[in-house]
């Protein structure tokens, strides 16, 4: 503890007395200070115990006396400190009234007591002070090293809980909470996802406080990790501000912290080695070697349904929008305590996830939110921005085509402005919205342009007799009633399609080549 205006009254060798401020003996003292100008304030920083012999001053005058201790007070000067014997044999009234009224604590220093000794003393309590701060703090890094050690991350949050008096929380990099100490904080914790959220905005390091005396606690944010973007956050909460001993236990938590979350990292990168060859062995069909690679790695996920996400964007956006879907699929997987297979290949990113688990549903949720930005800024995917596909629930042995569906939906996202597609889908939808692509129209318009220029030339309606005579899947009457003409008439149209063509109606891949250029045209 700092030394305080009760700990120098009792200090045997001052030999001080109180005449004012009993009740307010409590308060640190900062530093003791000599001065015998009449005003002293515009030197003052607050926390003082000013030391006067009142040589300028009138001590006998109330009002004078009034004004000067209101401006001491008004400054945070702890306590005054009168010198008897000097100038004044006792201390004026005036004076110990004026200190009374404010509330502000007066010591009588006898004669035989130097100013230097009551300095001597506030510095060496300051110091010794100090050196219990720092003796403190060495010894809580050694147990939170400790637990570092044994614990890991949850043993460093119970041991810097119980070094605070107070609670400790740890976030991964989507600001989710991974760890509480003590338990019952896991609440308090996630109630701060959105001040976490703000702090990792910010370029690391980077810390806040939140709340105050007006709150039920005072919490300190702070980043965690040695790139620009925080890889974690840890939060500390206490019942007031931190200690000189809090402080080095909550910088050596932090130390502590980042160096796991480094190390962390480091075997991440590893893992992600192991798996970009664990994928390229099941996309080769060899899901037994896969799994000797893997080992329990990725625990039951090469042996249960899992579905594959591929997701790209382009180099103007530094690869932000693949970290974060990696690191959103990742922390969902932690979280549920699922295996998840995450391998970044550049521009894009393939995963491995449990079919109906929560790194796929989070998957969803996180370009949910995307694809509703925007709509709200009333935007299409450009080609620099996040694009997912998702295949259908496979197993091992069907990685290979697993991943063909994912390529596929990520191709039907990226051409219809959308940021999510499933290929189921797909299957479930009409193939009908595909053809609205522009190489789909451009083919379609260059196979029907010699039948549209022949009927500009008013010498009959081939396009709308062929597409007649194709609806009715080729039976005359039938095609011949809808256009209104006899079936004899049809027959010479589809023959003066054929020699506008060059090509065979009889073929049935040229029938569905016209269907769907038809189909095409009347879509626009």
């Known amino acids: 503890m700092p030394p305080t205006l009760a700990s120098l009254v009792h200090h045997s060798a001052l030999k001080l007395t109180v005449r004012a401020g009993e009740d307010r003996l409590d308060v640190p003292v900062r530093w ?30 109330p009002e004078a006396m009034r004004r000067y201790v209101r401006r001491l ?55 010794a002070d100090q050196y219990r701060a720092v003796t403190a703090g060495f010894a809580a890094q050694r147990e939170l090293t400790r637990h570092a050690l044994n614990s890991g991350p949850e043993g460093v949050l119970t041991a810097l809980a119980a070094q605070v008096d107070g609670w400790a929380a740890l976030y991964d990099a989507s600001g989710a909470v991974v760890a509480a100490a003590p338990e019952w904080a896991g609440r308090r914790a996630a109630r701060l996802t959105t001040e976490v959220e703000r702090l990792r905005e910010r370029t690391a390091p980077a810390s806040s406080v939140v709340g105050g005396p007006d709150h039920e606690d005072r919490v300190e944010l702070h980043s965690l990790g040695t790139g620009r973007r925080p890889r974690a956050a840890l939060a500390v909460g206490t019942a007031a501000a931190l200690g000189t001993a809090e402080r080095y236990a909550v910088h050596s ?91 970044p290949e550049g521009e894009r990113l393939v995963v491995l996830a449990a079919d109906g688990g929560a790194a796929v549903a989070a998957c969803a949720a996180h370009t949910a939110a995307l694809e509703a930005a925007r709509a709200t800024e009333q935007g299409r995917a450009d080609e620099d921005e996040l694009v997912v596909g998702l295949s259908a629930p496979a197993g091992p042995i069907a990685a290979a085509a697993a991943y063909k569906q994912a390529e596929q939906a990520l191709s039907v996202a990226r051409r219809r402005g959308r940021v999510f ?15 609205a692509d522009d190489a789909v129209k451009a083919f379609a318009d260059g196979l029907l342009r010699a039948l549209h220029e022949h009927d500009a030339t008013g010498r009959g309606d081939l396009v709308a007799s062929l597409r007649a005579w194709l609806s009715r899947h080729g039976q005359w009457d039938a095609a011949a009633a809808d256009l209104g003409v006899h079936r004899h008439t049809l027959r010479y149209r589809m023959r003066r399609v054929e020699e506008i063509l060059g090509r065979s109606l009889d073929d049935p891949d040229v029938r569905m080549e016209l269907w769907l250029a038809l189909k095409a045209t009347s879509s626009e």
């Open 421 to 435: 597609v499933e290929h189921e889908q797909l299957a479930a939808g009409s193939v009908l919205p595909l053809l």
């Open 73 to 127: 007070a008004g400054a945070g000067v702890v306590g005054l400190g009168f010198a008897v014997g000097v100038n004044y044999e006792e201390i004026p009234t005036a004076l110990v009234d004026a200190c009374a009224q404010e509330g502000l604590p007066l010591l009588e220093v006898p004669r035989r007591t130097p100013f230097l000794a009551i300095s001597k003393a506030v510095s060496a309590a300051i110091a």
């Open 32 to 61: 003791a200070h000599v001065s015998e100008l009449a005003d002293p304030v515009p030197y003052m920083e607050g926390g003082e115990l000013l030391l006067i012999t009142a040589l300028k001053l009138d001590a006998e005058d």
């Open 253 to 343: 938590a932090i130390a502590l912290l980042t160096l796991t979350t480094e190390r962390s990292r480091s075997l991440h990168a590893a893992e992600q080695r192991v798996g970009a060859a664990v994928l390229r062995m099941l996309l080769a069909g060899e899901p037994d070697h896969a799994r000797a690679v893997a080992g329990g790695l990725y625990g039951g996920l090469l042996d249960a349904p899992f579905r594959m996400i591929v997701a790209e964007s382009g180099s103007g956006t530094a690869g932000e929008p693949l970290s974060e879907l990696a690191e959103t699929v990742e922390s969902a997987a932690a979280r549920s305590g699922e295996a998840v297979l995450v391998v």
